[in-house]
């Protein structure tokens, strides 16, 4: 009962402590975790000094924090799981994923370049075995980014470098732990220490981790629909299953926890937004950025606690080796920027990084919670000798003291020397321009609120006016301050219709009017659009909405299963998440020509609101497009998802009526419940029917003219004889030169035949391919698919069958093929004619 009391008494001050080092820590300028460090440290050596100078009265209530029954078990497995899964979910993948070759390589090579460093260059200098060296370069080899990506965010640095840097430390840390765990294994086990066996094993940890989390992660997302959109519910799985996938992977699957939580944490952070309703993620989201932080400053606190303890008997021998240790981990970590990382900008694996940035990388690379964590699991580990646990804590510690109230005191400092600490005018710009549009946002919601409510103009002026000089002034400040071009300011204006764009994507899956896996395709778009506008201007922009519109990568895999192994539906869920694409993003490019008009135009002005007006209409028409294929192929398909697509959208209408109504007191709960419930379908989207891609080949030989009027029987040895094949946009069906192996009839869909001199369009009912086969020599054009297209394939070793029962058919193909031939030497002769 005491304990409890105790214990609680003990963490209700520390968090007292914590809250009020917040806004202390803003004021003073510094990374918080260094004023809670200095707080934690000053605790913990109070009974030291009082001791010291005799003051024995008042060590009794300081004892109470230092004497906490908080073991190094509490720690790990209480905290280390949180810290981690949060990590995780605050992660933006997607934006990480275009750097994963850089991360990964950065993140485990230099994780295990650290380790070895620093564990070599003690190794002659200390008094313990090589492992144990080892083993706290690991330690020390987590890096805590915070304070570094808070002033890098603060300087607008460019967003890539950040990611790079966040990315970096999240895998850092995870391969950190996993090798941590297998070296402390060795130790533990006596093993001899093999390099080989070491790195398999650490493969093995970190692979199987993988695995183990992604998988995870795939099953709560899959649990997560299930409990009906309720918030708390869906909060409380995430928590639960930060614990059980760490647990699990250690103890059932023995691969590495930390790596399992943070892979489960980014699965459902990349997959989440799309499952999970918009105000429920920012809840969720929210609700893991306060665990976290609970749970990094105890840490913090805790643990400098107790660093005077651990530093009271350290003599000159220990400053020699830390010196050593920091030495050689801020060599290390120079080694991986200046020599690893060249080559990966030299391949464009990653952006270019300035010296500058490189050099604040490393002086920001302050060890935060996870060292301190680990440090203390060597320390209170019983298995340990001595000397092990003192060596491992005293450097540790010793390290993290270092590079808080060194590094971190001066991070700043460096930062401005390296002339990191301006925005650039760009940048500047585009910031207050974003700000400019919300305020004019609030000031028109101003308006709007006004007339519906009937309120006096003068209110609205008096409401409005802060704002409309606010817009003025950052029109003025951007029109006077920074000499941006005209291309800059339009590269700003996409960047903000690229935002929007994110909005209406994401506000479509709120409606529930689109599946997840499409929202998740948009969203990618979006994010991919507002990027390159950053980068490119109106180009980036450009192209990036062309690159929208190519078949990705799963639906070439599906493509390819189909036409190698004539696997049919993969392709077909492809294709029909084509259509729901399409259909969505014209939606979405439709709903962005307001915003230009309105918000964009009044910011920017007409001309570039002009200029976008245009860009936004060609998307729009390509879009459109290439809807419009899908749609001619498939129509009764389209019409069905824009159906449901209607009737989704009327469910949400409908449902928000109700609620208005309920919320105005004009229904009562029960009726209002079960309104809700006659409404059917509507907390769900409805499934996507299903898309036959029609390779029926009976129904496709019906299409065809030229087989027309043949009997039941005939019919059946025709169809016995020809193959289905459906090919999309682009598809080389016959390659000049080749061998004639096959004639192909279109039931539907359009070719293109590739002549020297022109191009002849075949459509829906004829043929090609037939020339090589009759003639015996080789393909003598491209064709290639126009749109998507149903094709019959007879090959050539039915072709000589074909022709004897089709007496009809075969009159037409020689007729054909003999007039094709005509006009193409007809042609080769006297090119310039022709083609006139
Ligand atoms: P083949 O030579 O086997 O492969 C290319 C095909 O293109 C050819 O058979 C014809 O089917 C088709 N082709 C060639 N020339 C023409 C033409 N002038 N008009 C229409 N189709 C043609």
């Given at each position: 009962m005491f304990d409890t009391v105790f214990v609680l008494l003990v963490i209700a001050a520390l968090l007292v402590v914590v809250g009020i080092s917040q806004p202390l820590a803003i004021c003073l300028r510094l990374p918080p975790s260094v004023l809670l460090a200095a707080v934690g440290v000053g605790i913990g050596a109070f009974p030291l000094i009082s001791r010291q100078f005799?003051?024995?009265?008042?060590?009794?209530?300081?004892?109470?924090?230092?004497?906490?029954?908080?073991?190094?078990?509490?720690?790990?497995?209480?905290?280390?799981?949180?810290?981690?899964?949060e990590a995780g979910i605050a992660t933006d993948v997607r934006r990480i994923l275009q750097d994963t070759a850089a991360i990964l390589l950065l993140a485990v090579i230099a994780t295990l370049i650290a380790t070895a460093v620093v564990g070599f260059a003690l190794w002659p200098f200390a008094r313990v075995p090589l492992l144990v060296c080892l083993l706290l370069g690991a330690v020390v080899a987590t890096t805590d980014p915070a304070a570094v990506i808070a002033i890098f965010r603060e300087v607008g640095a460019p967003a890539r470098l950040t990611r790079l840097v966040e990315g970096e430390a999240l895998l850092n840390d995870a391969a950190a732990i996993a090798l941590f765990v297998v070296l402390l294994g060795m130790i533990l086990t006596g093993r001899?220490?093999?390099?080989?066996?070491?790195?398999?094993?650490?493969?093995?940890?970190?692979?199987?981790?993988?695995?183990?989390?992604?998988?995870?992660?795939?099953?709560?997302?899959?649990?997560?629909?299930?409990?009906?959109?309720?918030?708390?519910?869906?909060?409380?799985?995430?928590l639960a299953?930060?614990?059980?996938?760490?647990?699990?992977?250690?103890?059932?699957?023995?691969?590495?926890?930390?790596?399992?939580?943070?892979?489960?944490?980014?699965?459902?952070?990349?997959?989440?937004?799309?499952?999970?309703a918009p105000e429920n993620w920012s809840f969720l989201a929210g609700l893991w950025e306060q665990i976290a932080f609970w749970a990094?400053?105890?840490?913090?606190?805790?643990?400098?606690?107790?660093?005077?303890?651990?530093?009271?008997?350290?003599?000159?021998?220990?400053?020699?080796?830390?010196?050593?240790?920091?030495?050689?981990?801020?060599?290390?970590?120079?080694?991986?920027?200046?020599?690893?990382v060249p080559p990966l900008e030299y391949f464009g694996l990653t952006q270019r990084i300035d010296a500058s940035y490189k050099l604040a990388i490393i002086w920001g690379g302050l060890r935060g919670a996870l060292t301190l964590v680990l440090a203390l699991a060597v320390t209170e580990n019983r298995a340990l000798p001595p000397e092990?646990?003192?060596?491992?804590?005293?450097?540790?510690?010793?390290?993290?003291?270092?590079?808080?109230?060194?590094?971190?005191?001066?991070?700043?400092?460096?930062?401005?020397?390296?002339?990191?600490?301006?925005?650039?005018?760009r940048d500047e710009a585009l910031r207050d321009q974003i700000l400019a549009l919300s305020y004019a946002e609030a000031s028109e919601a101003a308006h709007e609120i006004a007339r519906t409510h009937a309120l006096s103009e003068a209110a609205v002026e008096r409401v409005v006016a802060p704002y409309e000089a606010r817009i003025a002034a950052a029109n003025a400040e951007v029109a006077t301050a920074t000499n941006?071009?005209?291309?800059?300011?339009?590269?700003?204006?996409?960047?903000?219709?690229?935002?929007?764009?994110?909005?209406?994507?994401?506000?479509?899956?709120?409606?529930?009017?689109?599946?997840?896996?499409?929202?998740?395709?948009?969203?990618?778009?979006?994010?991919?659009?507002?990027?390159?506008?950053?980068?490119?201007?109106?180009?980036?922009?450009?192209?990036?909405?062309?690159?929208?519109?190519?078949?990705?990568?799963?639906?070439?895999?599906?493509?390819?299963?189909?036409?190698?192994?004539?696997?049919?539906?993969?392709?077909?869920?492809?294709?029909?998440?084509?259509?729901?694409?399409?259909?969505?993003?014209?939606?979405?490019?439709e709903r962005l020509m307001p915003f230009n008009d309105q918000q964009i135009r009044q910011l920017f002005g007409e001309r570039i609101a002009g200029v976008i007006r245009e860009i936004i209409g060609q998307r729009r028409d390509a879009a459109a497009s290439a809807l419009d294929a899908l749609r001619r192929q498939y129509p009764d398909y389209a019409a069905e998802l824009e159906m449901r697509f209607l009737r989704q959208s009327t469910l949400r209408q409908e449902m928000s009526r109700y609620q208005s109504l309920f919320e105005e007191g004009l229904i009562a709960h029960e009726v209002y419940d079960d309104l809700k419930r006659s409404v059917v379908g509507a907390r769900v989207v409805e499934q996507r029917p299903h898309l036959d891609i029609g390779l029926d080949t009976r129904q496709l030989v019906k299409r065809l003219d030229i087989l027309a009027g043949l009997d039941e029987r005939t019919l059946d040895r025709v169809c016995q004889l020809l193959r289905p094949r459906f090919a999309v946009r682009n598809d080389h069906i016959i390659r000049k030169g080749e061998r004639g192996d096959a004639v192909f009839f279109i039931a539907s869909g359009a070719v293109e035949v590739i002549l020297p001199a022109r191009r002849v369009r075949l459509g829906s009912g004829e043929?090609?391919?037939?020339?090589?086969?009759?003639?015996?020599?080789?393909?003598?054009?491209?064709?290639?698919?126009?749109?998507?297209?149903?094709?019959?394939?007879?090959?050539?070793?039915?072709?000589?069958?074909?022709?004897?029962?089709?007496?009809?058919a075969r009159f037409t193909i020689n007729r054909t093929a003999e007039a094709r031939r005509a006009m193409n030497t007809g042609e080769l002769a006297t090119p310039s004619e022709a083609s006139g």
């Open positions: 005799g003051l024995v009265g008042s060590v009794g209530a300081v004892g109470l924090f230092t004497d906490l029954p908080v073991s190094s078990v509490t720690f790990i497995y209480v905290f280390l799981p949180l810290l981690v899964f001899e220490p093999n390099a080989l066996a070491g790195l398999a094993e650490f493969s093995v940890s970190f692979v199987g981790g993988g695995v183990v989390g992604f998988l995870a992660g795939r099953l709560l997302l899959w649990i997560i629909p299930r409990v009906g959109d309720n918030r708390l519910a869906e909060a409380t799985l995430t299953f930060a614990y059980l996938v760490f647990i699990g992977a250690e103890r059932l699957f023995h691969v590495s926890g930390v790596v399992a939580v943070l892979v489960s944490g980014l699965t459902v952070s990349a997959l989440g937004p799309s499952r999970i990094r400053s105890l840490i913090f606190i805790l643990a400098s606690i107790l660093v005077p303890r651990l530093l009271v008997d350290i003599g000159p021998d220990d400053m020699l080796l830390l010196g050593i240790a920091i030495l050689a981990a801020f060599g290390a970590r120079a080694f991986a920027l200046f020599i690893l092990t646990q003192r060596f491992v804590a005293v450097l540790a510690t010793g390290f993290v003291l270092f590079t808080l109230f060194v590094n971190g005191t001066t991070l700043r400092l460096i930062m401005g020397l390296l002339g990191l600490d301006r925005l650039s005018p941006l071009t005209e291309r800059d300011r339009l590269a700003i204006a996409l960047v903000a219709l690229g935002n929007q764009e994110r909005v209406l994507v994401l506000d479509m899956l709120g409606h529930r009017v689109a599946s997840p896996s499409a929202v998740q395709v948009l969203l990618g778009n979006a994010d991919a659009i507002t990027e390159r506008a950053r980068s490119e201007g109106r180009l980036g922009y450009r192209r990036a909405g062309e690159t929208a519109l190519v078949f990705p990568v799963g639906f070439r895999i599906a493509y390819s299963l189909y036409r190698r192994l004539g696997i049919v539906r993969p392709l077909a869920e492809r294709l029909a998440d084509r259509v729901e694409i399409l259909l969505i993003m014209r939606v979405v490019i043929f090609f391919g037939e020339m090589a086969l009759l003639s015996g020599r080789l393909r003598q054009a491209d064709v290639v698919a126009l749109t998507y297209c149903q094709l019959l394939v007879l090959r050539r070793v039915d072709f000589e069958r074909f022709m004897t029962a089709n007496p009809e």
